[in-house]
C-alpha cells in the first residue's frame, strides 16, 4: 500500500509539474518575453546595443492624452535601438481586434551610419524569416509611389514587388500619418519620413498579399521601415505582434490594461495621472 501510494502520488506530481509547465509556456506573457529576449539577443549579435526606453507618460499632454504614442527616435544615435512601451487612445475603438493591446512594446533599431533603405530592408525581413521563422510567402507590404526605387531589393528578397507591395495613393497616406507610408514624430511638425508596412497574414491559407487598405482583419502590421535615403535608417517592430504570428496567442486587453495603470502610476509619481488615462474607464 505504502508503495503504490508513493508510486501514485510521484505520478500526481509529475502530472502537476508537467501540467504547471504547460501553461507557463502556454501563457502569451511568456510567448512575450521569450520573443523580446530573443530579438535582444539578435540585435546584439548584430552589433546594435539597447538604450533605456522613455517613461509611457509623455510630456505631449495634447497629443494622445499624454501618453507615449512611439518610440522617439531622436534618441537612438547610430546602432542603438530601444523598447518603447506605448498605448494608443486610437486603439481602444479596436480593442475587438486579435492584434490590439492598450499597452504594448516597440523595438525600434537604428543601423550605423551609410546603411541605405535597401540593406535596411534586408535586415529586418531576414530577421523576421531567418531569427524568428516567419513564411515568408505570408508577408506584404504597404507604401507609397516612392517605394518604386526598392524594386531591386525587394526582388533580392525574393519578392515579386507587383504583387507583394500595395501601394497606397500618396496624399491619402500623408494626410492618414499612420506609418505605412510616412511616419512623423511630432504630429506638430511637417518633418517626417517614407516608411514601408510590413504586414503578416495571421490565417495559413488566404490571399498572397493585399489588394487594398486598410487591410482585411487576417492581416497585421508587424514592422516597419524607413525607405527614404534622406532618413536615418530605422525599422521598428511590434514585439507582441511578432509573439502572436510565432505562437498563435495574445495577452488579454484586461491584464495589459491593468499593466497599463501600473506603469502610467509608476512613472506619474505622485502627481496626477495624463488626461488620456481616463478613457480606459
Not at 512575450?32 to 546584439?44: P, S, Y
Not at 532618413?231 to 490594461?257: C, D
Request: glycine content about 6%.
Amino acid at each position: 500500500m505504502k508503495t503504490g501510494t508513493a508510486l501514485t502520488l510521484g505520478s500526481v506530481l509529475a502530472k502537476a509539474t508537467d501540467a504547471a509547465a504547460d501553461s507557463v509556456k502556454a501563457d502569451p506573457e511568456n510567448d512575450f518575453r521569450n520573443v523580446l529576449e530573443h530579438l535582444r539577443l539578435a540585435l546584439n549579435e548584430r552589433g546594435f546595443s539597447q538604450i533605456p526606453a522613455q517613461p509611457i507618460v509623455s510630456e505631449m499632454i495634447d497629443y494622445n492624452g499624454g501618453l507615449r504614442h512611439d518610440s522617439d527616435l531622436g534618441q537612438l544615435e547610430a546602432a542603438q535601438f530601444v523598447v518603447q512601451p506605448c498605448a494608443r487612445l486610437a486603439d481602444i475603438e479596436e480593442r475587438e481586434r486579435a492584434d490590439i493591446l492598450p499597452l504594448f512594446h516597440e523595438c525600434a533599431c537604428r543601423h550605423a551610419e551609410g546603411v541605405d533603405p535597401g540593406a535596411n530592408a534586408r535586415m529586418l525581413v531576414r530577421l523576421l524569416t531567418d531569427e524568428f521563422g516567419l513564411d515568408p510567402t505570408r508577408l506584404a507590404f504597404v507604401s507609397v509611389p516612392i517605394a518604386e526605387a526598392m524594386r531591386p531589393d525587394m526582388a533580392d528578397l525574393g519578392f515579386d514587388f507587383d504583387e507583394k507591395v500595395f501601394i497606397r495613393d500618396q496624399d491619402e497616406a500623408f494626410a492618414a500619418r499612420d506609418s505605412s507610408g510616412f511616419f512623423f514624430q511630432d504630429p506638430s511638425l511637417p518633418d517626417h519620413m517614407v516608411t514601408m508596412g510590413v504586414y503578416y497574414r495571421l490565417s495559413e491559407d488566404g490571399a498572397a498579399a493585399l489588394t487594398a487598405y486598410p487591410p482585411p482583419p487576417d492581416w497585421s502590421e508587424i514592422a516597419e521601415i524607413v525607405i527614404d535615403g534622406a532618413s536615418p535608417q530605422v525599422f521598428a517592430i511590434g514585439v507582441e505582434r511578432l509573439a502572436l504570428v510565432t505562437s498563435g496567442r495574445f495577452p488579454s486587453w484586461q491584464h495589459r490594461l491593468a499593466r497599463l495603470r501600473d506603469a502610467v502610476a509608476n512613472d506619474s509619481s505622485g502627481r496626477e495621472p495624463p488626461p488620456g488615462m481616463s478613457r480606459y474607464e
